[in-house]
Structures are given as structure tokens and as C-alpha cells.
Nanobody
Framework: QVQLVESGGGLVQAGGSLRLSCAAS????????MGWFRQAPGKERDFVGR????????YYADSVKGRFTISRDNAKNTVYLQMNSLKPEDTAVYYC???????????WGQGTQVTVSS
């Protein structure tokens, strides 16, 4: 069982930066791939990016590629989402999720709000 808690959201102007954190409790965090997702009002939850269990591999949605960076610190049981050059369309609730061996994202945090003003 893994429990995830996101933090670091807030209000930022377009062009600004934020870093989100996702702190995990429970065993075996370092064995899970981790993903970030977001959901804007009235829209479905979208994939943002993911990082492998070791941190060696990352993958991003086209909409954030080159602007967002995912990293992790397994010693701290934490995964990060660095967001640069933010745009109003990045406004959403951001969620982290743990990916179990089957590839399914089975554990989710409660989300943190990111609002980008124009």
C-alpha cells in the first residue's frame, strides 16, 4: 500500500515556474514507476508525464515537453514535477500516481491546484 500527498501548487503568472512534490509513504516506493496527471475544470484527467522506478527514464506529453521535468529522490520517497514557462492552459488540479507492475496506476494522491494567470 502506498499513500501519496502532493504539495507545491498555487497561483502563478504566465511564464512563471512552480515545483510540485509528491511524498509517498509505505514500502516499496522505489520499485514503482510514478506518473503525473492533471485535470482542468470540465475536462478529463490527462497524462502529463512519468518517470521510471530508478529515475533513469522519463516520458512527457507533447503539451508539456521541454517545459516540465519529472525527477525523483528515492531516499526521500518523493517525486517532483518542475514546471517552467507556465501557460494559462496549464491550470488544473495536478495528481501524482504510483504505477504497479501491471502498468496500472493503482495509487493516487488527492491533488494540488495549479492556477496560471494571464
Amino acid at each position: 500500500q502506498v499513500q501519496l500527498v502532493e504539495s507545491g501548487g498555487g497561483l502563478v503568472q504566465a511564464g512563471g515556474s512552480l515545483r510540485l512534490s509528491c511524498a509517498a509513504s509505505g514500502r516499496f516506493f522505489s520499485s514503482y514507476g510514478m506518473g503525473w496527471f492533471r485535470q482542468a475544470p470540465g475536462k478529463e484527467r490527462d497524462f502529463v508525464g512519468r518517470i521510471s522506478w530508478s529515475g533513469a527514464n522519463t516520458y512527457y506529453a507533447d503539451s508539456v515537453k521541454g517545459r516540465f521535468t519529472i525527477s525523483r529522490d528515492n531516499a526521500k520517497n518523493t517525486v517532483y514535477l518542475q514546471m517552467n514557462s507556465l501557460k494559462p492552459e496549464d491550470t488544473a488540479v495536478y495528481y501524482c500516481a504510483a504505477q504497479v507492475a501491471s502498468g496500472k496506476y493503482s495509487y493516487w494522491g488527492q491533488g494540488t491546484q495549479v492556477t496560471v494567470s494571464s
